[in-house]
Each structure stands twice: as C-alpha cells, then as structure tokens.
C-alpha cells in the first residue's frame, strides 16, 4: 500500500480515527440536512492522572496542526470499496478539513493542572473530533508527564493474547484508538496481532481444520487499510444522545435505530442499548427492530447478565437467541472476553469482542516491570444538542455523563423513577 502523507506529527492520516465518527457523520449530512449546534464536553475520570503544562503546550500545537488533516486520493480510493459509504458521502469526506481554532476551546490551570476542553460548532462538522482529540489527550500525557515507560514487549504481549483467544474460539476486534499510549503502540499491536491471526488461520488450514477464533478486524480505519483486515464499528451513545434532544428522549432509542436502519439497510447491525439504560432500551426494542438488527453491543453494567437479559428478550419476542450476537466492549481484557465467551456459548448465544486499552494502553513501569503503567480513563461526550443538554445513563452509574439533578430530570422523563 502507498504511504500517505500527512503534515500531523502525532496522527498518522485523517483515517486514524475510529470507523463509527464516519459512519455517524454520513447518517447526520443525510438525515438531518441542516446545521444542528452541539458541544462535546472532555472528562477525565482518573483525577489523580493530570497532565502537565509541557504536555499541554504540545496538546495545543497538535490540535491546532489537525486543520491539516485531508483525504488523499489512496484512502478515497480506498474507502470507494466499503459498501456502506456512498459517493455523496466521500465528495464531502475529500473537501472536509478540521477547524480547530474556532471549533476547540481548551482552558488549564497550571496551579492544579485541570484540564478543561470542549468541542462546538455543528453537528456533521465537529462529530469526527472526539477520537483523535482522546488519542491525542493520552499520548501528551504519556510523552510529558508519565515518561517511566517503553516498548518493550508490546509485539510480544499483543502475539500472547491473539493467540489465547483464537485458540479459545474468540472473535474479537482492536478497538483501542481513543486510549491508546501513541500510534507507535497501536500499530505495533496491530501488526501483531494480524500476523499472529494470519499464522494461525495458515497452520488450520494445513491441519484440515476451521479456525476456532478469528481477529475480526480493527475500529481504527487507517490502520484497517494498512493491515487490508476490515475496519469495523458502528453507531456510538452521542447518536442516541443527540437523538433524544432532537426527536424526544421517551423513545430515542427507537428512532435512532430507524433512522440508522434507513440509512444502511442492515449493513453496520448492531444495536447499542446502554445509553438511557438496558431495561429503556428493551422496551423499544420490540420484534420487528429486533429483526432488522444482527445483534447488540453490551457496554456497562453487567456482562453476564446482561447475556441472561438478551437471551430472555429475544426468546420473549419469538426471536431465536442463537442467530443473534452480542458484541462487548466494556473494559476487556483476554480473560474477561474468554470467561464471557463461555458464559454466551452455555446460553446459547453468540459473541463477539471489542478490545481496547487492554490492547494499546497495557504497559508496564520501566523502573520496576512489576507494577503497572496506569493508562489514563478519558472520554469526551456530548454535553449540548441544538440547545438542549443531553446526557448519557448507562447501566452502571459511574459512568453518567451529567450531575445527580440532571441525570434525576432524565429517568423521572424515561420513567426510571418516578
């Protein structure tokens, strides 16, 4: 593959973004024609992990540098042969260009070194930012402040896990963009992880056996073309958020999958229920969504009941539990995606797996290999939509994005509460 050039110190291309900001965006520009102002708010969950004022500063210059940020003729050429983006969609894509001078807003405080961020403009214009400005956020932190770190045994840790979950029937995806330590680590686990998959799959096939696991993929678009494997994902809790404000929250849920089976037909199927609560979400998800949609993702709360949930809806809507899957992306690691793999297998559903910062941010201190390199816990969610606040529930309460009052108002709406 031809390289492709960038003026970005820090990001390799305007691909090295996670699939689903693109495949939302397209939903936005045909959908909703119009400009819908939204902010997206950074929170960093780990307060203790802060970043200090030489990790700011060059923060700063690499936001600023994304305004060089274009797609080249290659990756056009290259996104022409994902079914599901149109040509529409990709003349948008080629004239697009960041700007991050009138589009970002940063404040610190060097006195307690808090870092505030913000992301405003509209909807189709800004919905690319979050992942890049995440990556960016954790590799200013570990390039500055936490330096007592290196690559050692990336390749080999990333070969050691593909391996342990292929072998134990996984299908899982490197879903580690927005955590991950700096691109030099993703595409080092990247790399491995693809060449350990495709040794395996070749001593199958001189063996006359079928693959138990396979690697399904990567959510990071430019390093699925690098490595030619599929670049997967599909919508994230910001559609849903934004939906609510937009449509009404009683029954977000419902309108954004019909808007997102609208668009794609069933292609990218897979439902995403944790954004206003699991228990919300079923409610909406009734037979007629259930089938148009190839399964769920599970996100917070718990992983195994959550299988117990589904299995239980989908026999209670005269679905048949194992034609359906369920993807989990809530903080695995190799054991976790394993141990839930079995648990779907004994209930009669299937699983897949996305893998994150247990893949691109697992480090270990150069000072003493005995005690782990903390990765950051970071997210950037929408805070505003045309006006509106919207938040996120989830099914764990540690993860919503908004105080006691507001998140209150919102399940008193939802009928969570009365």
């Not at 397209?26 to 992990?49: G, W």
């Not at 693959?211 to 849903?240: D, I, Q, W």
């Not at 990765?375 to 929408?382: P, R």
Request: charged content about 30%.
């Amino acid at each position: 593959m031809a390289q492709t050039q960038t003026k970005h110190e820090a990001l390799a291309s305007i691909l090295d973004n996670d699939l689903y900001k693109f495949t939302m965006q397209q939903v936005v520009l045909k959908h909703y024609k119009i400009d819908i102002p939204v902010v997206y708010q950074f929170t960093n969950r780990e307060k203790n992990l802060r970043l200090n004022a030489q990790s700011v500063e060059w923060l700063e210059k690499q936001i600023k540098d994304m305004k060089h940020l274009k797609l080249i003729e290659p990756e056009r050429e290259y996104l022409s042969g994902l079914p599901f983006l149109d040509k529409d969609y990709l003349d948008y894509l080629s004239k697009y260009k960041y700007k991050p001078d009138e589009q970002v807003k940063i404040n610190y405080d060097k006195e307690t070194e808090d870092l505030e961020l913000e992301v405003v403009g509209s909807w189709s214009e800004t919905i690319l930012y979050e992942v890049p400005l995440l990556a960016l956020i954790s590799e200013a932190y570990f390039r500055f402040t936490d330096r007592d770190w290196n690559y050692e045994g990336q390749e080999e840790r990333a070969c050691e896990k593909t391996r342990e979950l292929v072998e134990h029937g996984c299908m899982f995806s490197e879903f580690g963009t927005r955590r991950r330590r700096d691109f030099k680590t993703q595409d080092l686990v990247m790399g491995a992880i693809h060449k350990t998959a495709e040794a395996y799959y070749e001593e199958c096939k001189k063996a006359g056996k079928e693959p138990k696991g396979r690697c399904a993929g990567t959510s990071n678009v430019y390093l699925a073309m690098k490595y030619n494997v599929p670049p997967v994902g599909t919508v994230a809790h910001e559609f849903f958020m934004a939906v609510s404000s937009l449509e009404g929250v009683k029954h977000a849920n419902r309108d954004t999958l019909n808007i997102w089976y609208d668009v794609y037909q069933g292609n990218l199927g897979i439902a995403l229920t944790d954004t206003f609560t699991t228990p919300v979400f079923l409610k909406d998800f009734d037979a007629e969504l259930a089938k148009k949609y190839a399964g769920v993702r599970q996100d917070s709360g718990d992983a195994g009941e959550f299988i117990k949930t589904m299995v239980a809806h989908y026999k209670s809507i005269g679905i048949d539990p194992a034609t359906k899957l369920i993807v989990f992306s809530d903080a695995l690691n190799v054991e976790r995606a394993i141990s839930l793999k079995d648990q779907a297998d004994k209930a009669g559903i299937k699983a897949s797996f996305g893998i994150g910062t247990s893949l691109t941010n697992d480090f270990h201190k150069a000072s003493n290999k005995e005690v782990k390199s903390k990765a950051l816990n970071i997210v950037i969610k929408l805070k505003e939509c045309n006006g509106k606040r919207v938040i996120k529930l989830s099914d764990d309460a540690l993860k919503h994005s908004a105080d006691e009052a507001t998140v209150n108002a919102f399940e008193r709406e939802l009928g969570i509460v009365q």
